[in-house]
């Protein structure tokens, strides 16, 4: 069997490498970055790199189906984030081949797949059976990522120039730890009040060594700030998340579901998040970060 | 701009249906206005329909309407603490005859829905009425938001919560005395074990009325895969308890948890009953150009055993469709009040008149029914020497309340009912 | 200007319930319409307020709820809206949705602008759109937070976890919004009247030529996430409460 993957960062190459065990196959990669072609002809059988592009779906849709057309893949993977997902339907939709999302673990079976998949805003798993090919976004943590190194190939692309869609892009700075790659998440939800209450939130990650962010409404709606975890943001898999005055609403929880320890604090008792934290505090986060914050000083010098 | 129809009917419950369904079937041009996102969406029910004015009026009806079990089993239970007492009544096949049936509301009203759209009715849901419009004294339509809708008839079915009523004066608010609250829970049990479990056939239903001195009455349906079990609790006593709290101590009981078991709760509502009877019935449900139909009138029959709306409804609105057709625009509709007496409603309501004054005394659910669970309790509990009746009855009487109260009691309930 | 907005009837989430082995009650389930869903047929309105757009709605399904769901996109202020006849169409894969709508598209178009919500909570979540743009070969802005039509471009904005990316691009196009692109008008009495008196026009699969492939559905489950639900009440002992966390944090648990 082949695999051909979308790959963007190590992390998520190395958990292919995981599924690429799982399933006994060749793993092939399109890369959109010069920067990750050391690390990733380690992890992949091939890497197809190409850069210097700006991330337009329609462009890189080309790309991947160029490649696609070399390696004629049986499984072809994406991360499942929004652009994965927006690259894999673009695929998919070419091909006109099956396309599942949000799969958290897959086996070959005589004549194709069995895939465990989240449905209903990830409260539920469905099992469900694919002929092959066939499109797959993978939920982000749901394979642990796997250290095997490969000498593999790598071959540069010619770049694809001509869109339809012309793309501006502005970046943020990422400052500290990357959200993705922090072993703590601290996250603020509606609990908070105004902007400024944020810095103990920062504080805090900054004393565990650790990475903070919000969820969508406090960036989205009040631009307290820019990266958010959620269905449309981040999502991560920390060893400890912590979230402070987050309700716990689907599109939120299904971003962190794959985190080691959930810890809430939250001062509504019937909040939906306490049904999915292993750790609850149910009180005013205004009186309970600061004694936090205090004792953590003292605790960790 | 506004638009102009026959008749405007506010409510798209059984009532609001009903007059819809007879008046399209007349050629009138009507528009029903549905405050819910679907018609039913702001019902609360028990569970059971009394089946005449369908039979009379929509026939064919049990061809397709969403019926779940038609009632063969009618039981009176009184939950003591730990145990329960009830007195069964099997009921023979009646195929064409009387009869009552389990449904979901919603269920059935979105079938009278489509019933009444086949006729051509516009049924218009998630809009909110605010006021009626009057011209010279006659009502002549209503507005909702920016928007009019001109009409010669205005029907309002609007249910137990008469804001519309309430807002022009046509309806006093209801003293907390005539108000209950129904809480209602739906449990998934699954056809096999409620056949099981319940002692039923695959079609065949359950009513059960329950008493009980923590918190006086209630209620339990059986639907094909469904137990309902609710309960009716008056704002005037019990009014530290809250609706949710209420249906766990039921669900809790050992007797109903084991009716109950391994089933999940798939639906939870809570609703205002008036209960007032004949002395919450408007005395006058009709004006020029209008006419009050259904719950918002207080046309609902409390006979202590059963609460009935949904039959009720549908023969006031067909009533009140009746005096729209002989009455001319602009004049009032008084004949739907005499059609209302004509049609022995009002005196099935003025017999029961007494009903809710007997309800709303706290003996008869409170210390009554503990009265009767002590008695039992000392009659089937096996001692070394049993008691005579009389020995058990004084013993569980004792401190309670007078023998003597105790029979005027039951004198004023029998005589009422 | 013609603009086409696919709808979806999905699976009320908020109002699942599951049966104590875990399995979900799909079947009684309320049904309701995606809410990024709303927000398409918005903006497909506003460009029919703008720019005198045509604008036209598509629903893959012919339950009562998806009738009365085209018709409350009338009541919204669409002009024209089809139903596409199909059995089962919750066991549909998502490339089959997409090519149904493709198929319909050519079939009843052109159209220079194809809107669809971003995601829906249930199945094919943010796929789609893409799907329809590559079935049908023209290009896509996907999970855009808002939208302009410019001198005949269109323009939008698109915020993700990296930054901020910003799209211009004639159409013909295929357009996700989400759910912050706009807050989606409550229709008025009159506009729920009239669209109780519009037509819901009618398509086959047959009709539009598609051939169905299945791709089998074995069980569905509730996630189980094993997770330990420890509370502690903050009001009751305040210290300890903090003290708990601080020994979670540091990793002495």
């Given at each position: 069997m082949r695999i051909l993957v979308y790959g963007e960062t190590v992390e998520w190459l190395k958990q292919v490498r995981e599924i690429a065990e799982i399933l006994n196959s060749e793993v092939y990669g399109v890369i959109p970055s010069r920067e990750l072609v050391n690390q990733a002809s380690k992890i992949l059988d091939k890497a197809y790199v190409f850069d210097g592009l700006t991330y337009e779906p329609n462009t890189y849709h080309k790309i991947i189906r160029r490649v696609s057309d070399k390696v004629k893949p049986d499984v072809t993977l994406f991360p499942s984030t929004i652009k994965g997902r927006t690259l894999a339907g673009l695929y998919a939709g070419e091909k006109g081949q099956p396309i599942i999302t949000d799969v958290l673990n897959l086996r070959y079976i005589a004549g194709g797949l069995e895939i465990e998949r989240l449905v209903y805003g990830g409260s539920c798993i469905a099992t469900i059976r694919s002929t092959l090919p066939a499109t797959i976004c993978i939920s982000i943590g749901a394979f642990k990522p796997s250290e095997k190194q490969v000498n593999g190939e790598i071959e540069y692309l010619e770049e694809i120039r001509e869109s339809a869609v012309q793309?501006?892009?502005?970046?943020?700075?990422?400052?500290?730890?990357?959200?993705?790659?922090?072993?703590?998440?601290v996250a603020a939800g509606r609990g908070f009040k105004k902007k400024e209450d944020l810095e103990i939130v920062k504080e805090l990650s900054r004393i565990l060594n650790g990475a903070w962010s919000v969820t969508r409404p406090l960036a989205a709606d009040y631009g307290w700030s820019d990266t958010w975890i959620g269905i449309s943001g981040a999502t991560i898999n920390p060893k400890i998340y912590l979230a402070v005055g987050v309700s716990g609403q689907p599109l939120h929880m299904i971003a962190v579901r794959n985190s080691k320890t959930i810890i809430a604090i939250n001062k509504d008792p019937s909040a939906p998040i306490f049904n999915e934290a292993d750790y609850g505090v149910i009180g005013d986060l205004y009186q309970v970060l600061p004694k936090l914050l205090e004792k953590l000083k003292k605790k960790l010098g | 701009m506004s638009e102009k129809y026959d008749v405007v009917v506010v409510g798209g419950g059984p009532a609001g249906l009903s007059v819809a369904y007879f008046l399209a079937d007349k050629g009138y041009t009507v528009v029903v206005l549905e405050r819910g996102l679907e018609p039913g969406s702001k019902n609360v029910f028990g569970g059971r329909v009394y089946s005449y004015p369908l039979d009379k009026y929509f026939p064919g009806w049990r061809r397709d309407a969403p019926i779940e079990r038609w009632v063969r089993r009618e039981m009176l239970s009184i939950l003591c603490r730990e145990n329960m007492a009830s007195i069964g009544y099997q009921l023979s096949r009646k195929p064409d005859g009387h009869d009552s049936f389990t449904v979901f509301l919603s269920r059935l009203l979105k079938w009278m829905a489509s019933k009444v759209e086949e006729k051509n009715v516009l049924l218009a849901s998630n809009v909110r009425v605010d006021e009626m419009l009057f011209r010279d004294g006659v009502a002549c339509g209503v507005r909702a938001g920016e928007d009019k809708i001109e009409a010669e008839y205005v029907v309002i079915a609007e249910g137990a919560n008469t804001l519309l009523l309430e807002k022009h004066g046509l309806r006093g608010r209801p003293s907390p005395r005539d108000i209950a609250v129904g809480v209602k829970e739906v449990v998934r049990v699954g056809r096999e074990k409620i056949n099981e479990r319940f002692g039923l056939g695959d079609e065949e239903g359950l009513a059960q009325f329950l008493i009980s001195p923590v918190f006086g009455g209630g209620f339990i349906y059986t639907m094909k895969e469904y137990v309902s079990v609710g309960v009716v609790y008056r704002l005037s006593f019990n009014n530290h308890v809250e609706g949710k709290d209420v249906i766990e101590e039921l669900r809790m009981h050992p007797e109903i948890s084991k009716l109950l078991e391994g089933g999940v709760p798939v639906e939870y509502s809570a609703h205002i009953i008036r209960e007032g009877g004949y002395k919450d019935l408007m005395s006058k449900p009709y004006g020029k150009g209008y006419v009050v139909v259904g719950d918002a009138a207080g046309l609902i029959l409390n006979t202590g055993f059963t609460v009935r709306g949904v039959d009720l409804a549908i023969e006031s609105g067909r009533l009140a469709a009746e005096a729209i057709t002989k009455t001319s625009p602009g004049e009032e509709l008084s004949i739907y009040m005499d059609l209302l007496r004509r049609s022995g409603i009002i005196d099935a309501l003025k017999k029961f008149k007494n009903v809710p004054k007997i309800l709303s005394?706290?003996?008869?659910?409170?210390?009554?029914?503990?009265?009767?669970?002590?008695?039992?309790?000392?009659?089937?509990?096996v001692d070394e020497f049993p008691e005579t009746l009389n020995e058990s009855l004084?013993?569980?009487?004792?401190?309670?309340?007078?023998?003597?109260?105790?029979?005027?009691?039951?004198?004023?309930?029998?005589?009422?009912? | 200007m013609r603009v086409l907005t696919p709808i979806k009837l999905t699976v009320d989430i908020s109002q699942l319930k599951y049966e104590s082995s875990g399995?979900?009650?799909?079947?009684?389930a309320p049904r309701k319409m995606g809410d990024s869903d709303k927000c398409a047929i918005e903006e497909a309105v506003r460009l029919k307020e703008k720019h005198n757009a045509h604008t036209v709605v598509v629903t893959v399904g012919s339950t009562p709820d998806h009738e009365r769901m085209v018709r409350d996109a009338y009541a919204m202020g669409i002009d024209e809206g089809y139903i596409i006849e199909v059995d089962g169409h919750e066991n549909l894969q998502a490339v089959n949705v997409g090519e149904i709508i493709a198929s319909m598209a050519e079939k009843t178009g052109p159209y220079d602008l194809i809107i669809l919500g971003a995601g829906s909570l249930d199945t094919h979540s943010y796929t789609l759109g893409p799907i329809v743009a590559s079935r049908i070969g023209i290009p896509i802005i996907a999970s855009v937070d808002s939208l302009n039509y410019v001198e005949g471009y269109i323009e939008a904005k698109s915020v993700m976890e990296d930054g901020t990316y910003i799209y211009r691009s004639k159409p013909p196009l295929v357009v996700t919004v989400t759910t912050e692109a706009n807050e989606p008008r409550i229709p008025t009495l009159k506009t729920i009247l009239k669209s109780k008196k519009?037509?819901?026009?009618?398509?086959?699969?047959?009709?539009?030529?598609?051939?169905?492939?299945?791709?089998?559905?074995?069980?569905?489950?509730?996630?189980?996430i094993q997770r330990k639900n420890i509370v502690w009440d903050a009001s009751e002992d305040f210290e300890k409460a903090v003290d708990n966390l601080v020994n979670l944090l540091v990793g002495e648990v």
């Open positions: 793309t501006e892009f502005r970046s943020r700075e990422y400052v500290g730890v990357p959200l993705e790659r922090a072993e703590i998440v | 005394n706290q003996r008869i659910y409170v210390e009554y029914p503990d009265l009767i669970c002590k008695l039992l309790d000392n009659i089937y509990s004084k013993k569980a009487v004792k401190g309670k309340t007078s023998i003597i109260r105790l029979l005027l009691d039951l004198l004023m309930t029998v005589r009422s009912l | 399995e979900p009650l799909i079947d009684i519009m037509e819901v026009k009618r398509l086959s699969i047959e009709q539009l030529g598609v051939r169905l492939e299945k791709v089998g559905l074995v069980e569905v489950k509730k996630y189980i």
